[in-house]
T-cell receptor, first 114, second 113 residues
Framework: DQQVKQNSPSLSVQEGRISILNCDYT??????FLWYKKYPAEGPTFLIS?????DKNEDGRFTVFLNKSAKHLSLHIVPSQPGDSAVYFC?????????????FGTGTRLTIIP | DTAVSQTPKYLVTQMGNDKSIKCEQN?????MYWYKQDSKKFLKIMFS???????INETVPNRFSPKSPDKAHLNLHINSLELGDSAVYFC????????????FGEGSWLTVV
């Protein structure tokens, strides 16, 4: 049972334009959400997170939006740069899991076209 | 300086062998994890340790045994390796006050032949 879903396995975006990566979840107990970025042959690196008490969090070119009623979050990257080409994982956790466990989506491969 | 380091990075071994993957973090974090990314790209938690104590064991076969000699190290020993154990194994750690942000190592690519 996949509780965190990233339905787009890949996405191509022109350099300078906005990249929008989407993530849906099914477990209403999730209250903290994160995005990780992964380059080939490397581990995932933390990018940005959002608590369920917020609907938006911004860090430089990266903004995460959370729509709790739709159980949907998205990551916006603007402007997109070639170095943003990577696999992006959405992850979620719930307080009643003891805040110890992240549940990941299967990732979206983002390719930025120069 | 690599914050979460794991060795070996690549390992090819035969079915039935026993192997270990080592992990060390120099961040002073209290909690360490092992995650597994399988061929379908699912990244799933296997174990969590807090200050050398097992917190999460996510229904992993008994052939997998984590060992935490101190809070900076969490090693993964796998007995009687099977073809299905082929995957990428990621070690990770989390500081006490990070919310739920965890920091991953570079991964260990295990191939069982």
């Amino acid at each position: 049972d996949q509780q965190v879903k990233q339905n787009s396995p890949s996405l191509s975006v022109q350099e300078g334009r906005i990249s929008i990566l989407n993530c849906d979840y099914t477990n209403s107990m999730f209250d903290y959400f994160l995005w990780y970025k992964k380059y080939p042959a490397e581990g995932p690196t933390f990018l940005i997170s959002i608590s369920s008490i917020k609907d938006k969090n911004e860090d430089g070119r990266f903004t995460v939006f959370l729509n709790k009623s739709a159980k949907h979050l998205s990551l916006h990257i603007v402007p997109s740069q070639p170095g943003d080409s990577a696999v992006y994982f959405c992850a979620a956790s719930a307080a009643n899991f003891g805040n110890e466990k992240l549940t990941f989506g299967t990732g979206t491969r983002l390719t930025i076209i120069p | 300086d690599t914050a979460v380091s794991q060795t070996p990075k690549y390992l090819v071994t035969q079915m039935g062998n026993d192997k270990s993957i080592k992990c060390e973090q120099n961040l002073g974090h209290d909690t360490m994890y092992w995650y597994k990314q399988d061929s379908k790209k699912f990244l799933k938690i296997m174990f969590s340790y807090n200050n050398k104590e097992l917190i999460i064991n996510e229904t992993v076969p008994n052939r997998f045994s984590p060992k935490s000699p101190d809070k900076a190290h969490l090693n993964l020993h796998i007995n009687s390796l099977e073809l299905g154990d082929s995957a990428v194994y990621f070690c990770a750690s989390r500081p006490r006050d990070s919310g739920n942000t965890i920091y991953f190592g570079e991964g260990s690519w295990l191939t069982v032949v």
